[in-house]
């Protein structure tokens, strides 16, 4: 019996799915770089990783790089923990697709 | 309207998807392997064809035949080869060159793609390949300092690159891997061949010098070219993972 309560409807988005799991590939990512992968407009990534942040699965800490502001993000252990368990959710559903 | 698992499966790709772009970080260009290769071929060869052909056995030496026991430091190339230091630099100034071509080359690549040049992928590249590479090049200069054979220097130098570049398979391109373990072959292969045929070696390139230019060549030279052409010779747009 498949547990949809745990598709986290946070990480349910495209955008914010595909953040989450570049954040899951290395231990953080500055949000130059995530643009860069993600081909987002500053603005709409900035909203993506605010509702993340809100939620508590992103950890965020600025630093200067180059005398500019750099923001760096990474996933919290919640976040980790939201993530797995949604990807667990994803293959379930698939699998009983293949089974009926 | 998708259903379910039609959501389901299109998740699971772009997941799958993105880590594999997000992992895979290219530290080689393709043209600066090209250009390394070429430059490591010319150096190589000519370091061969110039070095002076075999002469008598120095006092002392069991053999001035380097390929006898390349390993040993007491066989002297005759009169008129490059002195170890100077190979060491010749060498050093070789990576210097094609180093910061790679890095314009990587560089206009992260301004393309509107990334850092200190990028994640650049930092894990660096953490991974840098201590290889510092100890290769501390042990091979303490080795030649000490009167070792430049030809097992230039082994050192293989066997500690395939190291670096080893260290950097987690988040590299297949070929980049296949480079690595290729280069850690073509190594440990030459150490045991020289080691054990070396005496069969004849003429010039049975030198010291003449040898390790051949090593260089056949590695750093061949290997480096191979890598690039496979590189540049697959389908425009067929990303590697």
């Known amino acids: 019996m498949i547990d949809f309560s745990k598709l986290d409807k946070v990480i349910h988005e495209k955008g914010r799915l595909s953040i989450m799991t570049l954040l899951a590939t290395r231990v953080e990512w500055n949000f130059q770089d995530l643009k860069g992968q993600l081909q987002m407009s500053d603005g709409n990534l900035i909203t993506h ?29 919640p976040g980790k923990a939201a993530f797995e368990d949604y990807l667990t959710v994803l293959e379930q559903i698939v699998s009983l697709g293949k089974n009926d | 309207m998708m259903t379910d698992q039609e959501v389901a499966t299109d998740h699971l790709r772009i997941i799958r ?60 190339d005759p009169p008129g080869g490059l002195e170890p230091m100077v190979f060491f630099l010749v060498w ?5 060159l094609v180093g910061l071509f790679n890095a ?88 045991v061949l020289l080691r054990v045929f070396g005496g069969c070696l004849g003429g010039k390139f049975s030198t010291d010098q003449a040898l390790a230019g051949l090593i260089m060549a056949l590695t750093f030279g061949a290997l480096h070219v191979v890598y690039a052409l496979i590189i540049l010779c697959r389908p425009k747009g067929a990303e590697e993972i």
């Open chain 1, 49 to 77: 990783l605010r509702a993340l942040e809100k939620v508590g699965f992103v950890s965020v800490y600025k630093e200067m790089n180059k005398k500019r502001p750099q923001s760096n993000y990474a996933l919290t252990k």
């Open chain 2, 104 to 191: 314009v080359l990587l560089w206009r690549g992260s301004q393309a793609r509107g990334e850092e040049f200190f990028s994640s992928g650049m930092k894990l590249a660096l953490r991974a390949t840098g201590p290889p590479m510092l100890a290769g090049g501390l042990i091979s200069f303490l080795l030649l300092e000490a009167g070792g054979s430049r030809a097992s220097c230039a082994l050192l130098w293989v066997v500690f690159y395939s190291l670096a570049l080893i260290g950097a398979r987690s988040f590299a391109p297949r070929s980049m891997r296949w480079l690595a373990w290729m280069f850690f072959s073509a190594g440990l292969g030459l150490f």
């Open chain 2, 17 to 76: 998807s993105l880590m594999e772009r997000a992992t895979v970080y290219r530290a080689i260009s393709a043209p600066a392997a090209l250009f390394g290769g070429i430059i490591a071929l010319v150096t190589g060869v000519g370091m061969a064809l110039r070095a002076p052909g075999p002469g008598e056995p120095a006092a002392g030496s069991e053999s001035a035949v380097a390929g006898a026991n390349f390993l040993a430091p007491d066989h002297l």
């Open chain 2, 92 to 96: 050093v100034g070789v990576l210097i």
